[in-house]
T-cell receptor, first 114, second 113 residues
Framework: DAGVIQSPRHEVTEMGQEVTLRCKPI?????LFWYRQTMMRGLELLIY????????DSGMPEDRFSAKMPNASFSTLKIQPSEPRDSAVYFC????????????FGSGTRLTVV | GESVGLHLPTLSVQEGDNSIINCAYS??????FIWYKQESGKGPQFIID?????DKRQGQRVTVLLNKTVKHLSLQIAATQPGDSAVYFC????????????FGAGTILRVKS
């Protein structure tokens, strides 16, 4: 299995532009998580899905952020409009249920908003 | 103005020595804990886990200890190697919030050869 696949690996965009981050979870995993990692706040859970349904989006910082999971093999995290303070590494993780050894992270997308 | 970031604690150990990384967790109702290792440019990687009904669990070269009385978790790495250099995070599973993993700030481990 290729693991959790995120794209792009790096994204540099100008303030005000729309940014879309993509994630392909491990096949068969029914839970998907989006995290943001910054030096200021560490690793924060933004939103998670169970069977493609958003369960908890309390970590989404504001309305500029949205996430979708149209099917079991794909999810997006969108920021519109982007701001410099959104610069961070965004991780996607997937699991087959409750957290466990199978809770696997992708390699992340490093977003820089200038 | 100058931004203030997380000041991660750093543990420096000599190659071959044992390492102990500590973590305090917040929720006494958390029922499951995981240690992750994060190398530069990579996502966190699972190391070892422990359930709240246990106080010790051993893996290959790693041991996790759980003290629920003081809400403290530790990761012991035996015979630390240069490849162990990374940031280590503990995470607690907050079951009452729908199996939500909450991560600690992390500890930097530096192994000197």
């Amino acid at each position: 299995d290729a693991g959790v696949i995120q794209s792009p690996r790096h994204e540099v965009t100008e303030m005000g532009q729309e940014v879309t981050l993509r994630c392909k979870p491990i096949s068969g995993h029914n839970s998907l998580f989006w995290y943001r990692q910054t030096m200021m706040r560490g690793l924060e859970l933004l939103i998670y899905f169970n069977n493609n349904v958003p369960i908890d989006d309390s970590g989404m910082p504001e309305d500029r952020f949205s996430a979708k999971m149209p099917n079991a093999s794909f999810s997006t995290l969108k920021i519109q409009p982007s701001e410099p303070r959104d610069s961070a590494v965004y991780f996607c993780a997937s699991s087959s249920g409750a957290p466990g050894p199978g809770y696997t992270f992708g390699s992340g997308t490093r977003l820089t908003v200038v | 103005g100058e931004s203030v970031g997380l000041h991660l604690p750093t543990l420096s150990v000599q190659e071959g020595d044992n390492s102990i990384i500590n973590c305090a967790y917040s929720n006494s109702a958390s029922d499951y804990f995981i240690w992750y290792k994060q190398e530069s440019g990579k996502g966190p990687q699972f190391i070892i886990d422990i359930r709240s009904n246990m106080d010790k669990r051993q893996g290959q070269r790693v041991t996790v200890l759980l003290n629920k009385t003081v809400k403290h978790l530790s990761l012991q790495i035996a015979a630390t190697q240069p490849g162990d250099s990374a940031v280590y995070f503990c995470a607690e599973n907050m079951r009452e919030y729908g199996n939500k993993l909450v991560f600690g700030a992390g500890t930097i481990l530096r192994v000197k050869s």
